[in-house]
């Protein structure tokens, strides 16, 4: 079935160090991806996302690129701030067999930013 | 604001109780859903209704049910026969059509005393 498969954390860097999330999908057909960004005790919040191949989503730094032929969507930050730590959801969305859309998640990665 | 609101934002149950989680939306969504959350497991779905007056079960639904009267609401009870209910609990709410992003709420944390 479609799944979600990302990168285990919890990852620990540094302030303005690079940051890498893997993530990677298995879905029938072409679904949209998505990284969600939650803060200590809140809901999810969009990141970003890319609905078709080799399509690159950014937002706030971050960026990810819909490549089909690996089939993943890695979250790629250049240098990455206190602020960014948070856990991260990959996640793409597939139509039942019903004709509804609804959203397969990862398990998801905290990050955490040292100053 | 347009947003989904949970409420509440912490409740405590009685073994053998049912309690009702609350979620309302203004984003004249269709689509509604409701996410158990807990530690190393991500995110899996309960319910979800992409029209009033219908819903489906997700992966997880034994021990839950849910209605769907109107169009912005959509209530998660919690039953007793759900042998493990303590868990944070999202709900989220997009557009029918399309491939379009979920918006969340700020989630309830439910702990069995």
């Known amino acids: 079935g479609d799944s979600v498969t990302q990168m285990e954390g919890p990852v620990t860097l540094s302030e303005e160090a690079c940051l890498t999330i893997n993530c990677t999908y298995t879905a029938t057909g072409y679904p949209s991806l998505f990284w969600y960004v939650q803060y200590p005790g809140e809901g999810l919040q969009l990141l970003l996302k890319?609905?078709?191949?080799?399509d690159k989503g950014s937002n706030k730094g971050f960026e990810a690129t819909y490549r089909k032929e690996t089939t993943s969507f890695h979250l790629e930050k250049g240098s990455v701030q206190v602020s960014d730590s948070a856990v991260y959801f990959c996640a793409l969305s597939v139509t039942t067999q019903g004709g509804s859309e609804k959203l397969v998640f990862g398990k998801g990665t905290k990050l955490t930013v040292n100053p | 604001d347009g947003g989904i609101t949970q409420s509440p934002k912490y409740l405590f149950r009685k073994e053998g109780q049912n309690v009702t989680l609350s979620c309302e939306q203004n984003l004249n969504h269709d689509a509604m859903y409701w996410y158990r959350q807990d530690p190393g497991q991500g995110l899996r779905l309960i319910y979800y209704?992409?029209?009033?007056?219908?819903?489906q079960k997700g992966d997880i639904a034994e021990g839950y049910s849910v209605s769907r009267e109107k169009k912005e609401s959509f209530p998660l009870t919690v039953t007793s026969a759900q042998k493990n209910p303590t868990a944070f609990y999202l709900c989220?709410?997009?557009?029918?059509?399309?491939?379009?992003?979920?918006?969340f709420g700020q989630g309830t944390r439910l702990t069995v005393v």
């Open positions: 209704s992409q029209i009033v007056n219908d819903f």
């Open positions: 989220a709410s997009s557009r029918w059509t399309g491939r379009t992003e979920a918006f």
């Open positions: 890319a609905t078709k191949a080799d």
